[in-house]
């Protein structure tokens, strides 16, 4: 259950003469820009969401294979802030829209991240914003019965 490290997925090569893909672009900005300054370094990487998650917590083994890029990061306590905080990755990413057709100055995706602060890290604050994360995505979708 180790994370990715971040930096081996921020790798944008679009093919030559093509507009980058804005799902990347928008991801390695955050990753490399807005993430960090916001929260400062990344602790352990991105904990992607599994397809585990949907099944053990959902009962779901037919999702969006996309999903699975979507993740948590880690963040350690900084001079300005005590806490632990969790952060979603690739929630507010505009899976929807045709690269071509998507509008880079509108809003994105789900229009946010979710964020969570402990007191402690702990691998328990990674997976419930994992369960959550694929709680909000379940649900966009009508896949939650009685929601």
Not at 67 to 76: C, H, K, N, Q
Not at 102 to 126: H, K
Not at 140 to 145: A, E, M, Q
């Amino acid at each position: 259950w180790p994370p990715t490290p971040a930096s081996s997925l921020n790798q944008i090569t679009p093919a030559s003469g093509k507009r980058p893909d804005p799902v990347r672009s928008q991801y390695a900005l955050a990753v490399e820009s807005v993430y960090p300054s916001l929260f400062g370094p990344v602790t352990r990487g991105i904990f992607p969401l599994t397809a585990e998650v949907f099944a053990t917590r959902f009962g779901w083994t037919d999702i969006d294979a996309r999903w699975l890029s979507l993740g948590v990061f880690e963040f350690a306590p900084t001079a300005d802030r005590q806490s632990w905080l969790y952060v979603t990755s690739g929630y507010s990413n505009p899976w929807d829209a045709d690269p071509q057709d998507q509008d880079l100055q509108g809003s994105s995706g789900a229009g946010m991240e979710l964020t969570f602060a402990v007191s402690e890290q702990g691998n328990w604050a990674i997976k419930t914003l994992q369960t959550l994360l694929a709680t909000k995505l379940l649900l966009s979708t009508g896949r939650l019965p009685n929601a």
